[in-house]
């Protein structure tokens, strides 16, 4: 499922392609990926502009002229494309806005939605979720999770904690700070490395496009590069970068998670 990194790539290269051009078209292909009537979505979209994209969680916000806004989440394989009819992946769309010439196509949203919003109504859709990374200082990150019991990996992906980060980020940032994901107990010195792997891991991921397998448009060299630079996620078998063991497997409330069993150990 794509993560804060992916979904920030995503706004900040969609920006520059869709942002202020007339659409022209939609096709909805599955209807239960929008929330409105196919004809409803269809009249609000058509001759209007994508003013502003922004990003919340793993969250796009696509902002229309009108004053509405589109609400996206791809959930678990769900991604886009930027082409046109004779340049478009070989898989089935579920919802094409089209400008013009140019297409964003919107591919594998079996979970994921594209939904029709009221400001009041995105407002109300959005309000539970906890800051942003870049909203949250070291000092107010020690204070929220010295409140708190249960394991961090558990924590990290807790969406009312920190927005944005998911199962694949919650192992590299405990890579990073050499924390095991199943620690429950963390003194000042722990949680302020987890901050600062956050930080780190976070950013470099932005940096490289984050982890998606498809690209976003043709010739795109930046989406998904992120996923050669994994120091411990689903690189079972293999050796840590840093000491050498190997990198183990494990279960942690059903979810998988990746440790190396020497850098990261459950301290008592």
Known sequence: ??????????????????????????????????????????????????INIRRR?????????????????LMLGGWMYIGGEDDTPDRTKQIIITFNSKQLQFIGLRLGFLHLLKKEALNKKLENLG??????????????????????????????????????YSDE????????????SLT??????LYHAMVNVMKEAIHYGGYMDNPLYKEDNLVGS???????????GEKCKRCNSIIQKIKISSRKSYIC????????
């Open 1 to 50: 499922m794509p993560e804060m990194p992916e979904m920030e790539t995503y706004r900040r290269l969609l920006s520059t392609s869709v942002n202020n051009l007339p659409i022209t078209d939609v096709v909805i292909n599955r209807e239960k990926s929008i929330n409105v009537p196919v004809v409803t979505f269809r009249n609000e979209l058509i001759g209007r502009k994508i």
């Open 57 to 73: 969680a793993k969250y796009l916000l696509f902002d229309l002229d009108s004053g509405d806004s589109l609400l996206l989440h």
């Open 131 to 168: 800051p942003e990374l870049n909203e949250l200082s070291l000092e107010k990150w020690v204070s929220l999770l010295q409140k708190r019991r249960g394991k961090i990996k558990t924590t990290l992906i807790n969406q009312e904690v920190v927005a944005g980060i998911g199962n694949l």
């Open 173 to 184: 940032i405990c890579y990073e700070a050499k924390v095991h994901p199943e620690q429950t």
């Open 188 to 193: 000042v010195e722990q949680l302020s490395n």
């Open 226 to 236: 992120f996923y050669e630079r994994r120091k411990v996620y689903d690189r079972e």
């Open 261 to 268: 069993p020497h850098c990261q150990i459950v301290s008592a």
